[in-house]
Nanobody, 122 residues
Framework: QLQLVESGGGLVQSGGSLRLSCAASRYYLRYYAIGWFRQAPGKEREGVSC????????NYLDSAKGRFTISRDNAKNTVYLQMNNLKPEDTAIYSC???????????????WGQGTQVTVSS
């Protein structure tokens, strides 16, 4: 079965950038829509962005528009989330998930990675 592993999280100052990676193994990523989600302490999980099977991008988070960009490299079996101008409110565990179609709802995805912590200091 498809396995997903996130990387690229860490501690960054406000205004900084991070690029998260979601690497797939045991199956080809191109057959899946890949969504990025985040969950901050004490808050519900929210959809951030999605890369469809056709390669189109959907942004779900109004606060991230213009700052976060999703992309995929099927040759590397990896989807990326480039995050610029990070803010303390972006602090969360970021997870990627695989599904048939893009959706902002977590239950619509079948496979999940373990998540990577992003902490933005003020």
């Amino acid at each position: 079965q498809l396995q997903l592993v996130e990387s690229g999280g860490g501690l960054v100052q406000s205004g900084g950038s991070l690029r998260l990676s979601c690497a797939a193994s045991r199956y080809y990523l191109r057959y899946y829509a890949i969504g990025w989600f985040r969950q901050a302490p004490g808050k519900e999980r929210e959809g951030v962005s999605c890369s469809s099977r056709s390669g189109s991008s959907i942004n779900y988070l109004d606060s991230a528009k213009g700052r976060f960009t999703i992309s995929r490299d099927n040759a590397k079996n990896t989807v990326y989330l480039q995050m610029n101008n990070l803010k303390p409110e972006d602090t969360a565990i970021y997870s990627c998930a695989a599904g048939w179609d893009c959706s902002s709802r977590g239950p619509d995805y079948d496979r999940w990675g373990q998540g990577t912590q992003v902490t933005v200091s003020s």
